[in-house]
């Protein structure tokens, strides 16, 4: 049992390249996040995924892009990468009804030039 | 105003000490309060949640919530170095079943 999965975990992108940060769950949960952590701002998150083929955007969705694959599957895309968007990015999941209980992958570290 | 606040600190306590952290938040309507740990490096989880006033105990760990006052602590008796450690505190957006906001964090370092 892996729990929340996260690749890669580190990548370095110059302005304006594209990416696609992938996550999993193997706990059979409905919910699915992307979150941004930056360093004094705590945790923000991007989107939201209630269930597959449903999103919803979070407090911080600009220059954003995610996918809902399946149950398991929740992928977070950036178009045109810019500097603003160097952070940590963790995907989470939980169960629903107890939304607040999220297991939170290992993250992935992106840097932009 | 932020939403959630804490100090971001850090907190140094020596081995054995109850360290306390606090958390302050704005919406006077929040119902649901959390605390995360993140270890340095690593991903945030889950150690205590609180919804009513009061105190709630979960061995070395009490959450206290004061919603008069809006703020929430957490207090860690008998600390541990393995304590030490980023902690976050969460509140459920007013009108969602899921968005949490998150404060900032403390640091707290246990001194041996």
């Known amino acids: 049992n892996a729990g929340v999965t996260q690749t890669p975990k580190f990548q370095v992108l110059k302005t304006g390249q594209s990416m696609t940060l992938q996550c999993a769950q193997d706990?059979?949960?409905?919910?699915m996040y992307w979150y941004r952590q930056d360093p004094g701002m705590g945790l923000r998150l991007i989107y939201y995924?209630?269930?597959?083929?449903?999103?919803d955007k979070g407090e911080v969705p600009n220059g954003y892009n995610v996918s809902r694959l399946n149950k398991r599957e929740f992928s977070l895309r950036l178009e045109s990468a810019a500097p603003s968007q160097t952070s940590v990015y963790f995907c989470?999941?939980?169960?629903?009804?107890?939304?607040?209980?999220?297991?939170f992958g290992p993250g992935t570290r992106l840097t932009v030039t | 105003q932020k939403e959630v606040e804490q100090n971001s600190g850090p907190l140094s306590v020596p081995e054995g000490a109850i360290a306390s952290l606090n958390c302050t938040y704005s919406?006077?309507?929040?119902?649901?309060f959390f605390w995360y740990r993140q270890y340095s490096g690593k991903s945030p989880e889950l150690i205590m949640f609180?919804?009513?006033?009061g105190d709630k105990e979960d061995g070395r760990f009490t959450a206290q919530l004061n919603k008069a006052s809006q703020y929430v602590s957490l207090l860690i008796r008998d600390s541990q170095p393995s304590d030490s450690a980023t902690y976050l505190c969460a509140v459920i957006q007013r009108g969602s079943s899921y968005k949490l906001i998150f404060g900032s964090g403390t640091r707290l370092l246990v001194r041996p």
């Open positions: 609180i919804y009513s006033n």
């Open positions: 706990m059979n949960h409905n919910s």
């Open positions: 919406d006077r309507g929040s119902q649901s």
């Open positions: 995924s209630a269930s597959e083929g449903t999103t």
């Open positions: 989470a999941s939980s169960e629903a009804g107890t939304e607040y209980e999220q297991y």
